[in-house]
């Protein structure tokens, strides 16, 4: 992976969050940017759940490929009220990724 790293969580599990993630890295696919995966079996289904996942990119790169990601669920599936993430380390509502205009995280690193 490069220098700039960003780990995004799925904190509860949240098959909306999952999706999202999933998106993401088949945005990513095909870009050079270096991706790993956690998953974890989805009770009572033949699939699975993202669970985490770490990006060769920057933080602020990364919400844009969030805010990309949910733009393009938004049409077929909103989020709950409890789906969030946690961006290295730092908790979000989907809502605040998905809100128009949002800007990136500053990382405080």
Request: aromatic fraction near 4%; hydrophobic fraction near 35%; avoid cysteine.
């Amino acid at each position: 992976m490069s220098d700039e790293v960003t780990r995004i969580d799925n904190p509860n599990s949240s098959e909306y969050v999952s999706q999202l993630l999933r998106l993401t890295i088949q945005n990513l696919a095909g870009t050079g940017v270096a991706t790993e995966v956690t998953d974890a079996p989805a009770p009572g289904r033949k699939s699975s759940l993202i669970v985490d996942i770490t990006i060769g990119l920057g933080v602020a790169a990364a919400w844009d490929m969030l805010k990309f990601s949910a733009s393009a669920l938004r049409p077929s599936r909103r989020p709950s009220t409890g789906d969030e993430i946690i961006l290295n380390g730092k908790r979000y509502s989907i809502s605040e990724i998905d809100e128009e205009g949002s800007d990136a995280p500053v990382d405080d690193e």
